[in-house]
Nanobody
């Protein structure tokens, strides 16, 4: 069974930066992908970025491309989301997720296990 634990959320002013981390228990294997999602109050869960086990394949949503970067550090079984030039629209609970998606995906239905979430608040 895989457990995911997010950390690194907080409050920041617009234009600032935060780095989220997701500690992963369990092994990495082929066709296994991880991702970051976010959900703002009253909105559907939105895919932010996805990355494969080895870290060489990654995608980012258009809304965050050029500002956010997903990465993996397999030496310590951790996934990161570096967020720069934050905007008030980025305010949400951010979740890490994993699953046997067989490809990078920003669809929440493709992921079978989730972390508890971490709040990111950006003030203008």
């Amino acid at each position: 069974q895989v457990h995911l634990v997010e950390s690194g959320g907080g409050s920041v002013q617009a234009g600032g930066s935060l780095k989220l981390s997701c500690a992963v228990s369990g092994d990495c294997y082929n066709n296994h992908y991880m991702a970051w999602f976010r959900q703002a109050p009253g909105k559907e869960r939105e895919g932010v970025a996805s990355i494969n086990c080895g870290g060489g394949t990654k995608i980012h949503a258009d809304s965050v491309a050029g500002r956010f970067t997903i990465s993996r550090d397999n030496a310590v079984n951790t996934m990161h989301l570096e967020m720069n030039n934050l905007k008030s629209d980025d305010t949400a609970i951010y979740y890490c997720a994993g699953g046997n998606t067989k490809g990078a995906s920003l669809s929440p239905a493709r992921y079978g296990y989730w972390g508890q979430g971490t709040q990111v608040t950006v003030s203008s």
